[in-house]
């Protein structure tokens, strides 16, 4: 990896950890539908020269229907119920539950028709990760709520589904006028509700930390990220997801004094390599050089009937070849 490649991992690593800590602090004075509100309007509009400059919103909104339901299912619905949830549960726990999302994201993936292949290490890497999410949950349940809880895991599926909306309908158009027609139509549907819950006012450190999320967690973090998998590729770029939880243990408990318990200590090393063997991917199996050997020996000696049959054999057109090859499989 390039020294500019190390540069913007590691700022992503820091960028996308501090996000948890700066909704503990906002959501103190600001209601969770304002909070999204301010987010997202500001994000969204230091987007918009970019997105101008980068061919518009016209194609973007021509698929207004998956533009929205990832909208919903990436956005406007996790960032309210993550903001909720922190009202009532520390930063640095809310963090370590969001880590379970490529272990959702397996089975998500299963659900809509991957035909990946899931070996041992990947159900071992589930089950690990399961059970590093009960040790997390069940060695500080006295100190939940199961609406919290409830709020997280939704946030969880949500992060889970949307790739899969994005990879089947958005993948080929911009990157950031799609993350920018997000942000802002999220923005107009929060609206009515923030004007009239709008903070009277707001010390330092809730407006410091609106501020921050909507310019640095928000604008700044996609293009940054977009930036990064141009640099080392998305596959290596989502090592960050492995990352940022860990960060965001590391602020909560320096800044906000929260504790360390048991379960963090116990539940997220298993969430963490869970996750790491859940989402590698996995390699066909190699042909062995012997077989691969008589298999090459028997084509040349196919009978002369076999080979002339084939060869009169109706070949599929470019056009049909073409269609099959783009037609999503184990899709209706």
């Known amino acids: 990896m390039s020294r500019r490649g190390w540069l913007l991992f590691a700022a992503m690593c820091l960028i ?6 700066l909704i503990r602090v906002a959501v103190r004075d600001v209601t969770p539908g304002t909070l999204v509100f301010l987010r997202t309007g500001i994000g969204g509009l230091v987007l918009l020269p970019l997105a101008f400059s980068r061919g518009g919103f016209g194609p973007v909104l021509r698929r207004w229907r998956p533009l929205l339901a990832f909208t919903l299912i990436e956005i406007a619905g996790p960032w309210l119920l ?10 640095s726990l809310s963090g370590l539950l969001v880590a379970a999302v490529p272990l959702v994201g397996v089975l998500v993936a299963r659900i809509a028709g991957s035909s990946e292949r899931v070996g041992p290490a990947r159900w071992l890497g589930l089950g690990l990760g399961v059970v590093g999410v009960a040790m997390l949950v069940g060695l500080d349940l006295g100190h939940l709520q199961l609406g919290s809880l409830l709020e997280v895991a939704f946030v969880v599926v949500g992060y889970a589904v949307a790739p ?9 158009l911009p990157s950031i006028p799609t993350v920018s027609a997000s942000l802002l139509l999220t923005a107009l549907g929060y609206l009515p ?27 700044l973090a996609f293009v940054l990220f977009f ?12 090592v960050i997801t492995y990352v940022n939880p860990a960060v965001a243990v590391l602020l909560g408990v320096l800044m906000l004094g929260e504790s360390f318990t048991l379960g963090m200590a116990v539940g997220f090393p298993l969430i963490l390599v869970g996750s790491v ?18 298999i090459d020996q028997s084509m040349r000696t196919v009978p002369d009937e076999v080979s002339n049959s084939a060869a ?3 070949v599929p057109s470019s056009s049909e070849s073409d269609q099959s090859s783009t037609m999503p499989s184990s899709r209706c």
């Open 16 to 21: 996308w950890g501090i996000p948890y800590l």
């Open 164 to 172: 899969v909306i994005m990879a089947n309908y958005l993948a080929d």
């Open 277 to 294: 063997l859940a989402a590698r991917h996995e390699r066909p199996a190699e042909v062995p050089a012997e077989l691969a050997d008589a």
């Open 227 to 238: 930036a990064l998998i141009a640099q080392i590729g998305p596959a290596r770029a989502t």
């Open 193 to 219: 509700y923030a004007v009239f819950n709008m903070p009277s006012g707001l010390n330092a450190k809730e407006l410091s930390s609106v501020v921050v999320l909507g310019l640095v967690c928000t604008a």
């Open 312 to 314: 009169s054999s109706p």
């Open 82 to 91: 993550l903001s909720d949830a922190e009202r009532r549960m520390t930063s």
